[in-house]
C-alpha cells in the first residue's frame, strides 16, 4: 500500500462491508460504507473538506482565515481538524443544550465554542443564525453553512457514490440513508443515478422529521420524535434540491437501536443511531426489492461518540428505551 501525500488525503476511501445480520434479515446483501473510519470518525469530514477547499477556491477563505459553523457535532469536528491540517481558526456555535462530550470534543481539537440558547430555526437566535452573523461580523472568515451550501453534496457525488460504485463493482440495486443537511442522501443518489438510472435511492427519516411525508404526500409534516443525533430534517434544504428519491420508509428509535445492538453484539462495530438507522432502512428496501439484491447504506459515524448516551443504561432507561443485555445492572 503506497503512502498518502498528506493527512487531508485520509478522509474518504472508507471500506464498504457486508452486513451479515441485516443481509439475513433482508433476504438479499446489504452493505455498509464504513464512515466511521475517517480520521473525525464520521461521514461529515467529506462536506467539511469540499465546503473548505471551495471557499479556498472561490477565494472566500485565505491563509490564517476563520470557519465558522452552526452545528452541534460531527461536521464542527470534520471542520476543526481540516482547519487545523490548512492552518485556519475555526468558531462553532451550538445550543448549550447540547452534550458535555461533543462541547468537550470540539475544544479538544482546539475550536473556540459559542454556546447559544436553544430556539427555533424561525428565531434569529437560532445557531444557524448565529453563526452566519458571527461569520458576517469577523474579519476573514466564511461561513460553512453546511445545510444550504452544495459544496456539501459535492463531496458525496465526487467521493462517496464513486468510491460505492468502484467497491460495489457496478453492481448496486439500491442505496438508502437519513438526512441531516441531505448532502449524502442527494449527493450519492446524484451520483449512483448518473452511472445507473436503474438505481433505487431511498430515505430513511426518523420520527420527528418532516421529509418522509414530503417525499410521500408532498406535505412537510413532522410526527413523533427520536432522540438520534445529526438527522431529522424538518425541510427541503438547499444540498436537498432536486435529490432523486424513490421511494422512502419510517424508522422508530427501537428499530434503529436494535441493529446498533445487533452489529455491535453480532458483528463487533460499534455505531452511533444514525447508523442503526440506516441499516433497518436497508433491510426495509431490501424485502421490497427482492432477493438477490445488492443494497448499501451509510455506517456514519462511531458509537464511541455517544457513550453517555446510546451506552449508558440510565440514559437509554431515562428515554424509556431497552437497555442493552450487557449494560443492565449499570442502571
Ligand atoms: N448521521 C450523523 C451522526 C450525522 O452527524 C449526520 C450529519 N448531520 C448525518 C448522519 C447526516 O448526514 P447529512 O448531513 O449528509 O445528511
Redesign the pocket.
Known sequence: MDSLKDTIALIGNTPLVRLKGPSEAAGCDIFGKCEFANPGA???DR?ALYIVEDAEERGLLKPGGTIVEG?A???GIGLALVANAKGYRTIIVMPETQSREKMDTLRALGAELVLVPAAPYSSPCHFVHTSRRIAEETEGAVWAN??DNIA??RA?IHGTAEEIWAQMDGRIDGFV?????????A?VGLGLKEKDEGVTIALADPHGAALYNYYAHGELKAEGNSV????G?GRITG?LEGAPIDTQFRISDEEGLEWVRRLLAEEGLCL????GI?VAGAVALGRQLGPGKRIVT?L??TGF?YLSSLYNADWLAAKGLPVFPWLEGDA
Request: positive net charge.
Open positions: 464520521s461521514v461529515k462536506a452545528t457535532g460531527n461536521t453546511q445545510f456539501n453534496r458525496h440513508c437519513a438526512v441531516g443537511t441531505g448532502g449524502t442522501l449527493g438520534a443525533e445529526g438527522i430534517q444540498n452511533g443511531l444514525s447508523s440506516n451509510i456514519c459515524d461518540r
